[in-house]
């Protein structure tokens, strides 16, 4: 017997349901971001591997250990994408973006490709949503996309969502910090747990996430990133925190947010859902104001952010849709003819509207009905029978136009 095949380990197939959910949030994406100026934009699936590389960070986990790459046949390494800002900010070099009206706004919508090891909400292949600006260092800009995103998640049914905030500083600021923690770190040794000693050199930030209780109580007084940005950059800070203050968008400070991207500067944010389970990060990003440079650009500021549709979904209550649908049942031989036509009159004036195409009986015509949540049924026999499904009354037309007015009718 031949194996059965299954979809590739970490992957999904989005079935009907999950679809329809999937593109009413595209939807309201489209309307949140469309509002504040957001153009959409798309870049391809995949990319030279180096623009990850250089732009993601060589000594990141999506770096050294997530990427798919591949090889085409001329030898070019290539790499499914990761993220996105990379290549949006590849993008706007490429087309000399930085010759339009600042900022320019973009947002995009896509599959991104991770090899993690898969859990719930965690896949190998999942989809984002992503909003990015470039071009201006204003916090206005900041605090935009952060209450962006916090309109996304609420539009979406998936809050409450709790928001931790920090900021990154300078790669200067935040280098001078890693060395005064890594010292701090290094005098209390002893009371520290193996595994965060052992990263003690590689990374000291890993100590702030440990569980360990001696760890745990050696980091409630170790130094704070926070506390040493410097002035301009703190200034920044409280100018994103002002605007956030006063549109009422609640968030915690916390200094420990470490994300998994090496390119952040100044402002960095996370939504995490309270509905979840391990994998809670909703959505998040910060600015990277030396990225583009970094990727052979001029020098430009930017800040964005990414938000998982998956885990956006599965945090957000499986609602119907609502829409009116209308089910045509055939009660004599040759009435398709009549019901194609008049399947088509009310489909051009936007309802939804099924024919019976299966050979039903009667009987199991009206079951169907029932089943696809059908608001009116139109039997049609010698005559036209409109059955209102909610309350069962049924009562007969004499031709097709009567038949639309009565559906126009029942769907009032
Ligand atoms: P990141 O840029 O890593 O913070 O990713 C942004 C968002 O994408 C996360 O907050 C998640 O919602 C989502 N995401 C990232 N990796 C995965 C994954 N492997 N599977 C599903 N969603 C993911």
Same mark, same amino acid.
């Given at each position: 017997?031949?194996?059965k095949?299954?979809?590739?380990?970490?992957?999904?197939?989005?079935?009907?349901g999950?679809?329809?959910?999937r593109l009413?949030?595209?939807?309201?994406a489209?309307?949140v971001?469309g509002r504040?100026?957001?153009e959409?934009?798309?870049?391809?699936?995949?990319?030279?591997?180096?623009?990850?590389?250089?732009?993601?960070?060589?000594?990141?986990d999506?770096?050294?250990?997530?990427?798919?790459t591949f090889?085409?046949?001329?030898?070019?390494?290539l790499?499914? *994408?990761p993220? !996105?800002?990379a =290549?949006?900010? &590849?993008a706007?070099?490429?087309?000399?973006?930085h010759?339009l +009206?600042?900022? $320019?706004?973009?947002?995009?919508?896509?599959?991104f490709?991770?090899?993690?090891?898969p859990?719930?909400?965690?896949?190998?292949?999942?989809?984002?949503v992503?909003a990015?600006?470039?071009?201006?260092d204003?916090?206005?800009?900041?605090?935009?996309?952060i209450?962006?995103?916090?309109?996304?998640?609420? *539009?979406?049914? !998936?809050?409450? =969502?709790r928001l &931790?905030?920090?900021?990154l500083?300078?790669p200067?600021?935040? +280098?001078?910090? $890693?060395?005064e923690?890594?010292?701090?770190?290094?005098a209390?040794?002893?009371?520290?747990s193996?595994?965060?000693r052992?990263?003690l050199?590689?990374?000291?930030?890993?100590?702030f996430?440990?569980?360990?209780?001696?760890t745990?109580?050696?980091m409630?007084?170790a130094?704070?990133?926070?506390d040493r940005?410097?002035?301009?950059?703190? =200034?920044?800070?409280?100018e994103?925190r002002a605007?956030?203050d006063?549109?009422?968008?609640?968030?915690e400070l916390?200094?420990?947010?470490v994300?998994?991207?090496?390119y952040y500067?100044?402002?960095?944010?996370?939504?995490?859902?309270?509905?979840?389970g391990?994998?809670?990060?909703?959505?998040?990003?910060g600015?990277?104001d030396?990225?583009v440079?970094?990727?052979?650009?001029?020098?430009?500021p930017?800040v964005?952010?990414?938000?998982g549709?998956e885990?956006?979904l599965?945090?957000?209550?499986?609602?119907?849709?609502?829409?009116?649908?209308?089910?045509?049942a055939?009660?004599?031989?040759g009435?398709m003819?009549?019901a194609?036509?008049?399947a088509r009159?009310?489909?051009?004036?936007?309802?939804?509207?099924?024919?019976?195409?299966a050979?039903?009986?009667?009987?199991?015509?009206?079951?169907?009905a029932d089943?696809?949540?059908?608001?009116?049924?139109?039997?049609?026999?010698d005559a036209?029978?409109?059955?209102d499904?909610?309350?069962?009354?049924?009562?007969?037309?004499?031709?097709?136009?009567?038949?639309?007015?009565?559906?126009?009718?029942?769907?009032r």
């Open positions: 017997m031949s194996r095949l299954q979809a590739p380990r970490g992957t999904l197939d989005v079935q009907p999950d679809a329809r959910r009413r949030l595209q939807r309201i489209a309307e971001l504040a100026g957001y959409p934009f798309e870049t391809p699936v995949f990319e030279d591997t180096e623009l990850f590389a250089r732009g993601v960070g060589e000594s990141t999506i770096v050294q250990k997530e990427m798919f090889e085409d046949k001329a030898g070019r390494s790499t499914l *994408r993220e !996105a800002t =290549a949006i900010c &590849r706007y070099v490429e087309h000399g973006m010759k +009206a600042q900022p $320019v706004k973009l947002w995009t919508w896509g599959p490709f991770r090899h993690e090891a859990q719930a909400g965690r896949f190998r292949q999942f989809t984002q992503d990015e600006a470039l071009g201006s204003d916090p206005s800009l900041d605090a935009e996309l209450l962006l995103l916090a309109e996304l998640i609420e *539009r979406a049914g !998936a809050g409450p =969502a &931790r905030l920090a900021s500083g300078t200067e600021t935040r +280098a001078a910090y $890693v060395e923690l890594g010292t701090y770190l290094r209390r040794e002893g009371e520290l193996g595994e965060v052992e990263r050199e590689q990374n000291p930030l890993r100590a996430d440990a569980d360990h209780p001696g745990q109580a050696v409630r007084d130094p704070r990133l926070l940005l410097a002035p301009e950059d703190a =200034a920044h800070f409280a994103v605007l956030l006063q549109a009422g968008l609640a968030y916390d200094s420990t947010l994300r998994g991207l090496d500067t100044r402002t960095v944010f996370e939504f995490e859902s309270e509905r979840l391990a994998q809670a990060a909703l959505g998040g990003g600015r990277y030396l990225l440079e970094e990727l052979g650009g001029p020098s430009t930017g964005g952010w990414a938000a549709i885990r956006i599965l945090a957000s209550p499986d609602e119907p849709d609502g829409d009116a649908r209308v089910f045509i055939l009660a004599k031989p009435a003819t009549a194609f036509g008049l009159r009310l489909r051009g004036e936007g309802i939804r509207v099924e024919i019976e195409q050979g039903r009986s009667l009987k199991g015509q009206l079951k169907q089943r696809i949540g059908a608001h009116t049924t139109l039997i049609l026999g036209i029978d409109v059955k499904m909610r309350s069962g009354e049924q009562r007969q037309v004499a031709d097709p136009d009567e038949a639309v007015a009565a559906v126009r009718e029942t769907l």
